[in-house]
């Protein structure tokens, strides 16, 4: 019974350990506020030449 508890401990520890792994490899850097002030300028001048 106990070898049943560990094995399902070891997958369970695998899972968390490749999900920590792909999202440390797969993390977004967030931007930066000067860089969507850019954008949402960006966005309102394309916006106001539509209008």
């Known amino acids: ?5 560990y094995g ?3 997958v369970l520890f695998l899972f968390v350990m490749i999900k920590l792994l792909n999202y440390y490899f797969h993390r ?8 969507i ?5 960006a966005a309102l001048n394309r916006r106001s030449e539509h209008s």
Request: glycine share 0%; hydrophobic share 45%; with cysteine.
């Open 1 to 5: 019974m106990h070898m049943i508890s």
């Open 8 to 10: 399902c401990l070891a």
């Open 28 to 35: 977004k850097k967030a931007p930066s506020l000067e860089h």
């Open 37 to 41: 002030d850019t954008e949402l300028l």
